[in-house]
T-cell receptor, first 109, second 120 residues
Framework: GQNIDQPTEMTATEGAIVQINCTYQ??????LFWYQQHAGEAPTFLSYNVLDGLEEKGRFSSFLSRSKGYSYLLLKELQMKDSASYLCAGLDSNYQLIWGAGTKLIIKP | SAVISQKPSRDICQRGTSLTIQCQVD?????MFWYRQQPGQSLTLIAT?????????ESGFVIDKFPISRPNLTFSTLTVSNMSPEDSSIYLCSVEDDNFGTKVPVATQYFGPGTRLTVL
């Protein structure tokens, strides 16, 4: 079956760095998305990876290893506004998104 | 990027009644999707709504319970019929488009703000 695993919750300190991991098993693979979802709001697109390596976008970076079925989202210089859930989603061979349950990130001052 | 709106933003309904949720996009899109998200859970796809054809439902979701309309390329509705407390959830519409300037080589989904439904 298809599956996306990510930690349920993580806590980090303002100004620090946090890495949110995601492992995936999909029928075929056409890339991996990360979305941010603040409480009570819609998910918003953060990043997409289809090739191995690190994609940097400001304070946020996303990494993919296709051979390991693994991705991570790296958040630097954490700010209080980064408190949110982070959703990992794999795109399978039918271009259907398989969603993880999300990682709730709590930022402490 | 496109602006996606949903109505209502929230509602409290009685068991056995029906609620229709509207999703409006300010540009024409081919693919629209309806999701359900329960607290602490992943997004669950209910159906894909294509203009000019019947919606395609995922396993566990049926048209009699979740009828969908897609009259044009900017609008869709999802009805939650004969509601029970188990239908209490957030319902999200999303659109798929590759013209939102992200430079992503595949179509990316963008979400409306959601409808928070509570069934008593």
């Amino acid at each position: 079956g298809q599956n996306i695993d990510q930690p349920t919750e993580m806590t980090a300190t303002e100004g620090a760095i946090v890495q949110i991991n995601c492992t995936y098993q999909t029928s075929g693979f056409n890339g991996l998305f990360w979305y941010q979802q603040h409480a009570g709001e819609a998910p918003t697109f953060l990043s997409y990876n289809v090739l191995d390596g690190l994609e940097e976008k400001g304070r946020f970076s996303s990494f993919l290893s296709r051979s390991k079925g693994y991705s991570y989202l790296l958040l630097k210089e954490l700010q209080m506004k980064d408190s949110a859930s982070y959703l990992c989603a794999g795109l399978d061979s039918n271009y259907q998104l398989i969603w993880g349950a999300g990682t709730k990130l709590i930022i402490k001052p | 990027s496109a602006v996606i709106s949903q109505k209502p933003s929230r509602d409290i309904c009685q068991r056995g009644t029906s609620l229709t949720i509207q999703c409006q996009v300010d540009s024409q899109v081919t693919m629209m999707f309806w999701y359900r998200q329960q607290p602490g859970q992943s997004l669950t796809l209910i159906a894909t709504a294509n203009q000019g054809s019947e919606a395609t439902y995922e396993s566990g979701f049926v048209i009699d319970k979740f009828p969908i309309s897609r009259p044009n390329l900017t609008f869709s509705t999802l009805t939650v019929s004969n509601m029970s407390p188990e239908d209490s959830s957030i319902y999200l519409c999303s659109v798929e488009d590759d013209n939102f300037g992200t430079k992503v080589p595949v179509a990316t989904q963008y979400f409306g703000p959601g409808t928070r439904l509570t069934v008593l």
